[in-house]
């Protein structure tokens, strides 16, 4: 009798300790949720991911705080989520930095298509080419020919070394073959102050950013580089429409946690982030910052990460960019 009972015991705690990891995952979260911003708060990125939060807070019933962890280009924040523990409570707010990481520096602290498990895209928004108001500069025909008379002569103003507004013109510069000089800032709001002032000739940023200066009439937009036109700018083509189809850049984000985390957490954060996308509110006032909703599944963004870092490590290769 006293075997038979040791037997039952022993059955009894194993079917317990199976079941526990199930019951924890039905409960989820059953604590806050961390959601780490590699950025800057107050920046666009920042926006956005407490627009996230917000929202998500009310889907889980369960609060999603964003921790801003800046640094090393979001490298610092990107490999604290990597090396988190996989139990969905640590999350990451994903950006195209983190795909240009892998060939700018030589040791970035994490493996952007090895070390995270990818969640869904958020939204995308195209950068915007911008020109000094005082050049007489209303186009991109008419920028390649003033370019191209004035070789080595002009500049252009970044968020930084290594972004992808940077690696973005240089592709501009070889299709058009051009040679304008490149001027890195420290975030976009100093490329733009002195864009406007004229101590730089050309810029290219976000479009949330740029909107008020574009509004004064201190800079002057004359495309942006995407396929299609953004709502935030109507009147602003798209490098499609002036001979640059091949081109689709902008800035990106997207949710992932690091590698291991389970399928039903994936699942249940994808859901969350396409009731974010389908919210009409959310919708609006995201098209509003010149950000457009890019809904996916995880697989879906796997293989977007993977073709953005093919796409950009080759212009870092080419052109011998490194931040070390």
Same mark, same amino acid.
């Given at each position: 009798?006293?075997?038979?009972?040791?037997?039952?015991?022993?059955?009894?705690?194993?079917?317990? %300790?199976?079941?526990?990891?199930?019951?924890?995952?039905?409960?989820?979260?059953?604590?806050?949720?961390?959601?780490?911003?590699?950025?800057?708060?107050?920046?666009?990125?920042?926006?956005?991911? +407490?627009?996230?939060?917000?929202?998500?807070?009310? *889907?889980?019933?369960?609060?999603?705080?964003? *921790?801003?962890?800046?640094?090393?280009?979001?490298? /610092?924040?990107?490999?604290?989520?990597?090396?988190?523990?996989?139990?969905?409570?640590?999350?990451?707010?994903?950006?195209?930095?983190?795909?240009?990481?892998?060939?700018?520096?030589?040791?970035?602290?994490?493996?952007?298509?090895?070390?995270?498990?990818?969640?869904?895209?958020?939204? /995308?928004?195209?950068?915007?080419?911008?020109?000094?108001?005082?050049?007489?500069?209303?186009?991109?025909?008419?920028?390649?020919?003033?370019?191209?008379?004035?070789? @080595?002569?002009?500049?252009?103003?970044?968020?930084?070394?290594?972004?992808?507004?940077?690696?973005?013109?240089?592709?501009?510069?070889?299709?058009?073959?051009?040679?304008?000089?490149?001027?890195?800032?420290?975030?976009?709001?100093?490329?733009?102050?002195?864009?406007?002032?004229?101590?730089?000739?050309?810029?290219?940023?976000?479009?949330?950013?740029?909107?008020?200066? /574009?509004?004064? @009439?201190?800079?002057?937009? /004359?495309?942006?580089?995407?396929? %299609? +036109?953004?709502? %935030?700018?109507?009147?602003?083509? %798209?490098?499609?429409?002036?001979?640059?189809?091949?081109?689709?850049?902008?800035?990106?984000? @997207?949710?992932?946690?690091?590698?291991?985390?389970?399928?039903?957490?994936?699942?249940?954060?994808?859901?969350?982030?396409?009731?974010?996308?389908?919210?009409?509110?959310?919708?609006?006032?995201?098209?509003?910052?010149?950000? +457009?909703?890019?809904?996916?599944?995880?697989?879906?963004?796997?293989?977007?990460?993977?073709? *953005?870092?093919?796409?950009? @490590?080759?212009?870092?290769?080419?052109?011998?960019?490194?931040?070390?």
């Amino acid at each position: 009798m006293l075997k038979i009972r040791s037997m039952l015991s022993g059955l009894v705690a194993g079917l317990l %300790a199976i079941s526990a990891p199930a019951q924890a995952q039905a409960r989820y979260p059953d604590r806050p949720v961390k959601l780490v911003v590699p950025f800057s708060a107050g920046g666009q990125f920042d926006m956005v991911a +407490r627009m996230l939060a917000q929202f998500a807070s009310g *889907e889980l019933h369960q609060s999603v705080i964003v *921790e801003n962890v800046t640094g090393s280009g979001g490298n /610092i924040g990107a490999a604290k989520v990597a090396n988190a523990t996989p139990d969905g409570y640590t999350l990451l707010l994903l950006g195209g930095n983190h795909t240009i990481a892998k060939t700018l520096y030589a040791k970035p602290g994490f493996d952007v298509a090895k070390d995270f498990s990818p969640v869904s895209m958020v939204s /995308i928004t195209p950068h915007v080419v911008l020109v000094n108001a005082a050049l007489p500069i209303h186009s991109m025909a008419e920028l390649v020919q003033y370019a191209k008379k004035n070789p @080595g002569k002009l500049s252009y103003a970044t968020p930084g070394m290594g972004t992808s507004m940077h690696l973005t013109f240089e592709m501009i510069k070889s299709n058009y073959g051009l040679d304008i000089l490149h001027v890195p800032y420290r975030g976009g709001a100093n490329a733009l102050t002195d864009l406007a002032a004229g101590q730089v000739n050309l810029g290219i940023v976000g479009i949330a950013p740029a909107q008020e200066f /574009i509004k004064a @009439g201190r800079v002057r937009a /004359i495309a942006i580089t995407s396929k %299609a +036109r953004s709502l %935030a700018l109507p009147n602003v083509p %798209a490098l499609q429409e002036v001979g640059y189809p091949e081109l689709n850049a902008g800035s990106w984000l @997207g949710v992932a946690g690091p590698q291991g985390m389970s399928a039903d957490i994936v699942a249940r954060w994808q859901a969350v982030v396409r009731a974010f996308q389908e919210d009409p509110a959310n919708r609006k006032r995201m098209e509003e910052m010149g950000f +457009r909703v890019e809904p996916n599944t995880p697989a879906q963004f796997q293989r977007f990460i993977l073709a *953005e870092t093919e796409t950009y @490590g080759k212009v870092v290769r080419d052109n011998k960019i490194s931040a070390d």
